[in-house]
């Protein structure tokens, strides 16, 4: 029980995190895009599907071809700290301090999420589906997504509120969202890539194993 309370806490943190920073900062693409390249509805859509599709997807690649090797639970490290990283930088940046500095502003929102994709973003979904046995895994993923949920949902309607009233402070205060990711991971250290699951799992006791079962065109259960 120890090992399914830690699982799941951290599934709900991670995943609490990461949408929260994810929806967020979708708000922030159109933005920036836009003061790099210019306003334009066009220029508002195109921008932020280029910086997905060539940030996005190579996290997303990189993430799926270290997984196996060094584990989830790194992958998601290190992807928060990409992430808070990014934040910072993009706020800092936004401000224009030097000429050109809006364009890097733009480069380091692909950073965030390239480290998005690779990180926090894939493991979030992966964490829950690998931390389950088969008996209950169904309704672990689905608790562990509430987190996503309610965390994507505070991101697209706070948001907006806050960079309103901060600007790009809130840019800054958003990075608290991967440290606090950071900070779960470190307290719970659990990669489910390195154990096996199912090996206590209730199926595979034949005092508990359910054995009814149905055949086609049956109108009821038989026991085998």
Known sequence: YTTLFRSTVLSLFVNFCQGTEYYAVGFSLTLVTEEVIGKGT??????????????????????????????????????????????????FLGRSPFPGAIWLAGLFLGVFLFSHAFGPGTQGVVFPTLSYPTSFRGAGVGFAQTGNRVGGALGLVFWPALSGAFGLNAVALLAVMPLIGFASLLVFRWDPTLVNVDVDDYVDDPAHTDTTYFKVGDVGPQVS
């Open 42 to 91: 066009l220029i508002g859509i195109v921008g932020p599907l280029i910086l997905n599709i060539i940030f996005g997807l190579a996290g997303g690649l990189v993430g799926a071809f270290l997984a196996p090797r060094v584990g989830i639970w790194k992958l998601a490290l290190f992807g928060f700290v990409g992430t808070c990283s990014s934040l910072l930088l993009v706020s």
